[in-house]
């Protein structure tokens, strides 16, 4: 794991797995940065990362469990991340188009219906989801980790649930900045980072955060994750604030696992009625998780994931 993450910065080099694939939008091409690791032609596992904008780093975790359970998988920034190209045309910055991105990504990796399993953390959900409305036909599995089917749900779970967890005048000064739209204060992220994100987001205690994890949020593109998400923790408030997919998850057909976590930003039960919405739909819950369950539930959400692979697997 230390040679892989190595990298200090982007990467044109195409070598040890790493390719830089051209993606065609309405404004031009740019490039992508993806890399494999392992070899099973039966199984391959595209990962999209969270954020929007985060990186492909948050799955390091997978470097532990993976290879030994002989599953291929696909490290991959998304466009405006970190290693691939970051044009800086906001029109870009849109569902749609980045759903297109992914089926050019499956495409250049020759992952089909015969092998191919997406797995989409948070944002990443989002994304998964939307491809596998779309492109069902080019999926083996697919599983969506972390993520509501509702991004108003997830804005009325955190104000109404986690929101009054927290210590009351913490939230109070939390309100305040917010209210004052001051996200920019160094107190903002303060209190949230001690009083939110190792409860809810990754529950280690801050000075013990992985260091994959750490590169992550220092490599995250704020400005897209502000367009999308918005700059609020408590919801979303950007140009995903209307997602909702409650009255469309049905329509997934493919063989899907959905992960919940006792203590994360979603809520594990709307998590738990998503899978039971799915005509082949399955939960896991990680009792001792948080939204980054891959790494504070570890061996629950990675013997979950790997057993229904193999499951789905076998079926085929």
């Known amino acids: 794991m230390s040679n892989y ?5 982007r990467t044109d080099i195409i070598s ?24 099973n032609p039966r199984i391959k596992v595209l990962l999209l990362h969270g954020g929007p904008a985060a990186t492909h780093e948050q799955y390091a975790s997978c470097d532990s469990y993976f290879p030994g359970a002989e599953i291929e998988y696909y490290y991959y920034d998304q466009l405006g991340s ?14 749609e188009r980045f759903v297109e991105e992914v089926e050019q990504v499956r495409t250049a990796l ?21 491809y596998a409305l779309k492109y069902h036909q080019n ?10 089917m509702s991004a108003p749900e997830y804005g009325k779970y955190a104000k109404e649930v986690l929101g009054p967890q927290m210590k009351p005048e913490v939230l109070a000064e939390v309100l305040e900045l917010e209210a004052k739209e001051d996200f920019e204060n160094p107190r903002y992220e303060e209190l949230l980072m001690k009083n939110y994100y190792v409860e809810h987001i990754l529950r280690i205690p801050l000075a013990d955060w992985p260091e994959p994890i750490l590169r992550t949020f220092n ?48 809520d594990p039960k709307h ?6 919405e799915l005509e082949n739909g399955e939960f896991l819950l990680c009792p001792n ?13 990675f013997e979950g994931v790997i057993k229904f692979i193999k499951n789905v697997d076998k079926k085929s």
């Not at 040890?16 to 070899?39: A, D, L």
């Not at 704020?222 to 009255?247: C, K």
């Not at 998590?271 to 039971?276: F, K, L, N």
């Open 289 to 301: 998780g948080s939204h980054l369950c891959n790494y504070d539930d570890h061996e629950v959400y």
């Open 5 to 9: 993450y190595d990298n200090t910065g």
């Open 110 to 130: 020759g992952l089909d219906n015969t092998n191919f399993y997406l797995l989409g953390q948070s944002w990443g959900g989002i994304l998964a989801t939307e």
């Open 139 to 148: 999926l083996k599995g697919l599983i969506i980790s972390n993520m509501m």
């Open 271 to 276: 998590m738990e009625w998503v899978a039971s």
């Open 82 to 95: 970190h290693y691939s190209d970051q044009p800086k045309d906001d029109s870009l910055w849109v569902t």
């Open 219 to 266: 490599h995250i593109n704020h400005s897209i994750y502000t367009i999308m998400q918005g700059p609020s923790e408590f919801g979303i408030r950007g140009r995903l604030a209307t997602w909702d997919r409650t009255s469309d998850i049905h329509k997934i057909k493919v063989p899907t696992l959905v992960i919940g976590a006792t203590y994360d930003t979603m």
């Open 16 to 39: 040890g797995g790493v390719k830089m694939i051209p993606i065609t939008t309405p404004i031009g091409e740019f490039k992508v940065w993806t890399k494999r690791v392992g070899n």
